[in-house]
């Protein structure tokens, strides 16, 4: 084993046995080569072993391995943002898009990372803060891996937002949200939305209404440091989502400042499954013959 990675973080699907036996195996057996291999409390829990909170192994650790689908690839990723340490997803769940390697792969690729054989590439994120209605200061900023969405905190309701970018006032948005997202989330609900898709590499901000009510509400592209702003104008309450799963409350005249992130995830990657090979195999990209059947 690579002497350079002796401290190893263990996330994953508490939910899932299969994530359940593999973790207690990979922590057997990293331990009987002298790495020092911690688990997420949660997961450590519920298959009996002593764990730690996500944010302080986050700081610990030196490679974090995720054993879950793309939502656990998210929580774990917001964990290491800003961090030194690197994130190998491994895919436990169903698609998959975030992975690097499948759950029956798990030996291989930990063994190409700690060989130094997979590189690491920094995905950004988006951050975003909140504004009161009325008020002067803005609240801390949140992170997400993927994207930052508004909208309605009532099912089926559409919401009505001011939109500003640029230093310019876009005007009013009906739609069912609206979603900044990263380029790693430029394939995730962006993408379901009509967005355009960005490779891994491009910092860049994708700005995508979802179901606008207008014809003329387009996908908007924006660069490093700019920011996207939009005031709730429903009377009715709002949400902020940070990558599908923290929900920030809004009411009727709060503001919402989305960026590209200051920080970035390191993430390792498979070099023989590149971006463009997973928008085959997991997207049917130009109707791959896995998705046409």
Known sequence: MSPQIRRIALVGHSGRPEVRR???RLVKRLRRSRVDARVEAGLADAVGLAGEALPKLARWCQLMISLGGDGTVLVAGRSLAGRSAALLPINFGGLGFLAAAEASETDA??????AGRWPVTARAGVEARVRRAGGTRWGARSFALNDVVVRSGMNLSAVHLQVAALGRDLGHLVADGLIAASASGSTAYALSAGGPILAPDVHA???TPACAHTLGSRALVLGPGATLGARLLSPGPAVVMLDGQSPITLQCGDEVEMRLARWVVRVHENPDRPFLH?????????GSERRSM
């Open 22 to 24: 593999e973790v207690v």
């Open 109 to 114: 690729a930990l063994a190409a990372v700690l």
């Open 205 to 207: 901000m994708v700005v």
């Open 278 to 286: 997973k928008l085959q195999d997991k997207l049917g990209w130009q």
